[in-house]
């Protein structure tokens, strides 16, 4: 039986892990000496702060899914009138409990967790083969965004 609750402290050697297995199964960059510090160094600070919250999904015990909004300010505008925005990330199954739903239980989870935390907007990158999970549960795909890595 899959259990989901909310992240604490004690998760984040997890955490940290189930990041670094998505970034190695998402990208053909090799990994950089000291990430596994600086997300460790990341998630205890902004869940200190309060601007880091999630869940996780366990089976006996073990740690077999995450899913970690991170809480910041955009400036506001006539959607987000106070500018409290959350970031989904991390959203990881471990390979052998994809397919089961796991994800489809969490999310609502985590969508709770910035409703409470004040966040008008839940943004988030998907993996192709996600997006129709993310759209059933609300998402919708934004055409117009773009990024430049400085």
Same mark, same amino acid.
């Given at each position: ?8 402290? $004690? ?23 000291? #990430? ?31 899913? !970690?909004?991170? #809480? ?15 970031? #989904? ?15 489809? $239980?969490?999310?609502?989870? !985590? ?11 839940? $943004?988030?990158?998907?993996?192709? $083969? ?10 919708? !795909? ?9």
């Amino acid at each position: 039986m899959i259990t989901i609750r909310e992240i604490s402290n $004690k998760d984040i050697p997890q955490l940290v892990n189930m990041r670094l297995r998505m970034l190695e199964e998402t990208t053909d960059e090799e990994l950089p000496e000291g #990430l596994d510090k600086q997300i460790r160094r990341f998630v205890r600070k902004h869940m200190e702060d309060g601007t880091c919250r999630g869940v996780v999904a366990e089976k006996k015990g073990k740690v077999v899914a995450d899913a !970690v909004i991170y #809480l910041f300010e955009t400036m506001p505008d006539e959607i987000n009138i106070a500018g409290r925005t959350a970031m #989904l990330y991390n959203v990881y199954t471990l390979p052998e409990y994809r397919g089961q739903g796991i994800m489809a $239980k969490m999310l609502p989870e !985590v969508i709770r967790l910035a409703r409470e935390a004040g966040a008008k907007e839940l $943004k988030m990158t998907a993996a192709q $083969k996600a997006i129709p999970l993310y759209e059933r549960m609300g998402f919708h !795909v934004n055409d117009d965004a773009m990024k430049m890595v400085l």
